[in-house]
């Protein structure tokens, strides 16, 4: 590990002007490639006190044992000049896109004599226009098929164009009218490539004229009596049609823009994109990328522009390119993309509208491909079984952790505060574990008592399922109930995390001294730095950012945080839906609906008399009387009022209005799955 002090420039040698700077290994490879608008400003920044950089940065800067750096006009050209150092160096702690896969694409071949339409995939080639990505092959075959009819373009290869040169004889496609046969001498070479030509416009979005021009040919073709003529030009316009209808309307303007999309968490990063042309989506790709180094929204934003746009010229690069936040500068790259559309480049982040509403289906794709990326990391056995040996070696552990429990703390500004204990069992969720806490021991917002008195109850169950079963005594535990169902907390995990730091592992591992617990594992990881905190110990367990222990212990957190939010949530919004009603004990939901439809209102239900309160189906005289003492007890709330018209709600109680059994109550859904897994203890 390097010193940077070491390889520090002094101040006076690098420039205050704009410039791209590599940093090097002690074997001369390049691991880092950056932009500045001033070189001098920029790198000060990598020989600060180690401690106060980034973890990643601070790893890139130690691996590093030079810097040097190239001078340039404009912050363009250092753009430029960053793109093509990435791409002939690949440093390794550079962001770097991969794709997910390999997509297709509808490509013409204009730079051959007699242009060719097909699906490409790969690199593209230089005269060849492209048009996509496809999400699959057979969507292109489809498309080109119904497009043949009204622009017969080549679509064979060159040994079978060859062979038809040879014989004289066109393919099938020659004979069923799918291709002008310019093999054959059907159509000349300029008639062919205006064929061709008319293909790209369609695809490229200018559909509207072929559809008119074909329309006023059918009409005059009509009028002039020949059916048969006016009949295949018919069925031309419906093949265009229904080309046409693959491709969504998204944008009723006609835009042609790329819209980029970014879903990302402490480690990773999945991009979406959405390519609109003419209004419609006519491809869609995705990327995923490992954070290497520190970067925000903004620079992925970018590294995925230079991605995109790095070999594409012309009309390849829309009119507008939208993104979920800004590169800063912004400038240099809607500059950048400026030249090498050749005309202005609009690039921004959508307000309103359509746009707007597109982004954020752009985002949800984003957002599902890093699940669905992950989940596929996550379901491999052997990286699972490597993951839990590697938590196992970095917590000095005696053997891998099989069942870890996580626990994390919600709530909103003290109110509502639960906890949620989610398992995972061999690196994989157990659902059907999940359990659900509610904070009882005390009143306002402390994290750390909160984790206490979490881990306290749960262990405490846990002993008292030992007790009962008698394991104390003979060592042999019952792990089901009598009916063959599992007990709640007889099952103890050999780890347990904590969202948090220091504090809460603190109390964690105090909750377990206090039980006497001696041979369980606890963990905390921070969410701030991704560090893994241990009890009694002042300095954090640091993973590596490849490890797949980290990746494992983040996604045990961050379902744990998920779980708990879903719940403090579900239960803020039944606190605000509550009612007098509710403090009924034995009144259930059922009973409390009939009571509401033969009142109407809570209000006219207060003033009733328990001789007709009885009179409610399922209400006997002593349940009316508990109604009725409950319902003396809450004093009613100030009367609703509309701000509107300065208007007392007479009709309306406690500013909410009436619930009656024709309009319920809109329950709360979210999470709900989540409930019958998990059961609140």
């Not at 880092?32 to 001098?40: C, D, F, M, Q």
């Not at 790198?43 to 940065?57: M, V």
């Not at 060719?116 to 690199?123: E, S, Y």
């Not at 209102?601 to 209400?619: D, F, H, M, N, Y």
Request: glycine residues 6%.
């Amino acid at each position: 590990m390097a010193d940077p002090s070491s390889y520090r420039p002094k101040p006076g040698q690098i420039p205050d002007s704009p410039g791209v700077y590599k940093f090097r290994d002690e074997h001369r490879r390049v691991i880092y490639v950056g932009k500045a608008k001033s070189l001098r400003q920029r790198l000060a920044n990598y020989f600060q006190d180690l401690a106060s950089l980034h973890p990643r940065t601070r790893t890139m800067v130690t691996t590093a044992a030079s810097v040097e750096w190239t001078v340039v006009s404009t912050e363009v050209e250092a753009l430029q000049l960053e793109y093509s150092w990435i791409k002939e160096f690949d440093p390794r702690f550079n962001v770097k896109y991969r794709d997910d896969k390999s997509y297709p694409y509808l490509a013409v071949t204009m730079n051959e004599e007699f242009p060719r339409v097909q699906v490409m995939r790969g690199h593209k080639r230089k005269g060849v226009r492209y048009f996509g990505p496809y999400g699959h092959a057979w969507a292109i075959r489809d498309t080109v098929d119904l497009l043949l009819r009204v622009f017969p373009v080549r679509t064979c290869s060159a040994g079978v164009f060859k062979n038809a040169v040879r014989t004289g004889r066109p393919c099938l496609l020659g004979y069923i009218g799918k291709c002008s046969a310019p093999c054959v001498g059907r159509v000349s070479e300029d008639e062919h490539r205006d064929l061709a030509e008319e293909f790209c416009d369609f695809m490229a979005g200018r559909t509207g004229t072929y559809i008119r021009r074909l329309e006023t040919q059918m009409a005059e073709a009509s009028e002039a009596m020949e059916y048969e003529r006016a009949g295949r030009l018919r069925d031309d316009i419906g093949a265009l049609r229904k080309a046409m209808e693959k491709s969504a309307v998204v944008l009723a303007d006609a835009t042609d823009a790329d819209l980029i999309a970014v879903a990302e968490d402490e480690l990773e990063a999945a991009v979406q994109i959405f390519h609109v042309r003419g209004g419609r989506v006519r491809g869609q790709r995705g990327w995923v990328t490992d954070k290497v180094e520190a970067v925000t929204t903004g620079d992925l934003v970018e590294h995925a522009i230079q991605q995109l746009y790095g070999e594409e010229t012309g009309d390849s690069v829309p009119k507008e390119v939208l993104v979920p936040a800004l590169p800063e500068p912004t400038e240099p790259v809607q500059e950048w993309l400026t030249e090498r559309r050749g005309a202005n480049v609009s690039l921004r982040i959508p307000q309103r509208g359509d746009k707007k509403a597109l982004m954020e289906t752009v985002r949800r794709n984003a957002q599902q491909s890093l699940v669905l990326h992950k989940t596929k990391r996550a379901s491999d056995l052997t990286t699972r079984s490597r993951a839990l040996e590697e938590i196992a070696e970095a917590l000095d552990l005696d053997s891998a952790p099989l069942r870890i429990e996580c626990y994390d703390i919600s709530h909103l500004q003290g109110d509502d505060v639960v906890a949620s204990m989610v398992v995972f069992e061999d690196g994989l969720a157990r659902k059907s574990e999940y359990r659900r806490f509610q904070i009882k021991g005390f009143e306002g917002q402390d994290d750390v008592r909160s984790m206490h008195e979490v881990i306290t109850r749960r262990f405490r169950r846990y002993i008292a399922e030992k007790e009962k079963t008698g394991e104390w005594a003979d060592g042999e535990t019952a792990l089901t109930e009598d009916d063959g169902r599992p007990k709640r907390f007889a099952y103890p995990p050999q780890l347990v995390v904590v969202d948090g730091g220091q504090p809460q592992v603190a109390a964690a591992k105090k909750a377990l001294d206090e039980l006497g617990i001696d041979d369980i594992a606890v963990c905390g990881l921070a969410k701030r730095l991704e560090e893994v905190w241990l009890p009694d110990d002042d300095n954090p367990v640091v993973l590596p950012r490849t490890s797949e222990g980290l990746y494992l212990l983040q996604r045990v957190r961050d379902e744990a945080h998920r779980f708990a939010i879903t719940y403090q949530r579900a239960k803020r919004a039944k606190r605000f839906r509550a009612g007098p009603l509710d403090d009924v004990p034995g009144l259930g939901e059922s009973r409390k609906q009939a009571l509401i439809k033969h009142f109407g209102s809570v209000k006219r239900l207060r003033s009733a008399t328990i001789e007709q309160i009885c009179e409610v189906p399922g209400i006997g005289r002593k349940t009316a009387e508990t109604i009725a003492v409950a319902l003396a007890q809450a004093a009613p709330a100030a009367p609703a009022v509309n701000t509107a018209t300065g208007e007392i709600m007479e009709d309306e109680e406690d500013g909410v209005p009436e619930t009656t059994a024709d309009s319920p109550e809109e329950p709360v859904t979210a999470g709900a799955s989540d409930k019958r897994r998990g059961q609140e203890t």
